[in-house]
Nanobody, 115 residues
Framework: QVRLVESGGGLVQAGGSLRLSCATS????????VAWYRQPPGKQRELVAK???????NYADSVKGRFTFARDNAENTVYLQMNSLKPEDTAVYYC?????????WGKGTLVTVSS
């Protein structure tokens, strides 16, 4: 019922920018929580940013001031604008939604930041 497709990853130099997109399909509502996670090489998956129905967005300390979460309700698409990228931002980035208590994930998009 719910499908997520991430895009926008790639190879950039430190200090550069990328915008990730997550296209959603199904019956996702604007009040359903959405989030971006990432999994760095050799590490566990970690939360990057989460947007809840109230409009409040929580960012991981490591990305505050550099990443911005946005949502286009009309297009059912969420975005992650990433600026001032650092090598430690290298990871596979995943889109996540919670729908009726169930977590749904996309397949991820790879972001590689070179020194």
């Amino acid at each position: 019922q719910v499908r997520l497709v991430e895009s926008g990853g790639g190879l950039v130099q430190a200090g550069g920018s990328l915008r990730l997109s997550c296209a959603t399909s199904g019956n996702i509502r604007s009040i359903d929580p959405v989030a971006w996670y990432r999994q760095p090489p050799g590490k566990q998956r970690e939360l990057v940013a989460k947007l809840i129905g109230s409009g409040s967005t929580n960012y991981a300390d490591s990305v505050k001031g550099r990443f911005t979460f946005a949502r286009d309700n009309a297009e059912n698409t969420v975005y992650l604008q990433m600026n001032s990228l650092k090598p430690e931002d290298t990871a596979v980035y995943y889109c996540n939604v919670v729908f009726y208590g169930i977590n749904y994930w996309g397949k991820g998009t790879l972001v590689t930041v070179s020194s």
